[in-house]
């Protein structure tokens, strides 16, 4: 009889907790939901005139209704379901966003260390980093002659920038107190870049690594 009460008060318990927590999400919910149903209300609205060129949302959904019923249909060539053109996309960005993160890395350390080179390369950073990313599409394109490179390169070189910056401007927030003691322990190279600089500027490098996946 004690056991049957307990385990009562234990559900009675875990409803209690769980019925906040889902009103309290619901609530939050409800804002994004009220606004996105505003805007795909004013979407359909403005696509019914005459003079509209674009699909409304009951069009667009109606015509890739195959491509989200069956998103692993594969028909070869480009005539493939919605999770394969995904997984193509989220190909790209891995192979892109992995290179820009170990060059990114590496060149900033480089710069952060050495102020010859900091000098050197800074301006030309700062020059190229305003670019926007459509910009760089039309110029891999015509260097590299296929589009699949060209997308990894866009991606390469839109997100390599704000790893660059912060991973040198890390290294170069190092206080001058580790460096001392560095320089007291006479540790080498390989000791003070593990010691000392890397857990240093992580911070700022994760947070380079945040920007660039933007």
């Known amino acids: 009889m004690a056991t049957t009460v307990d385990r009562s008060t234990r559900r009675n318990g875990s409803r209690n907790k769980f019925s906040p927590k889902l009103g309290k999400w619901l609530q939050n919910l409800t804002p994004t939901a009220s606004a996105l149903g ?10 019914m005139t005459p003079e509209a060129n674009l699909p409304g ?63 050197a390369l800074d301006p030309i950073f700062q020059v190229l980093r305003t670019v926007p990313p459509l910009a760089w599409l039309p110029l891999s394109l015509a260097a590299l002659q296929s589009a699949e490179p060209s997308a990894i390169f ?19 927030q190092i206080p001058q107190d580790y460096n ?7 540790l080498s190279r390989q000791k003070y870049f593990f010691k000392i600089l890397l857990p240093a500027a992580v911070p700022y490098i994760f947070t380079g690594l945040k920007i660039g996946i933007g």
């Open 154 to 172: 866009v991606i390469y070189i839109t997100a390599i920038w704000p790893i660059i910056i912060n991973t040198a401007v890390g290294v170069q």
């Open 180 to 186: 001392n003691v560095a320089s007291v322990l006479r």
């Open 57 to 119: 949302p009951i069009t667009t959904v109606a015509e890739t209704w195959k491509y989200i019923v069956d998103p692993f249909f594969d028909n070869g060539g480009t005539d493939k379901g919605l999770f394969w053109q995904i997984l193509a996309s989220l190909q790209r960005v891995a192979i892109g966003y992995t290179l820009a993160a170990i060059t990114g890395i590496a060149v900033g350390i480089l710069i952060g260390v050495s102020t010859f080179m900091f000098r």
């Open 38 to 47: 505003i805007f795909l209300l004013l979407w359909q609205l403005f696509t």
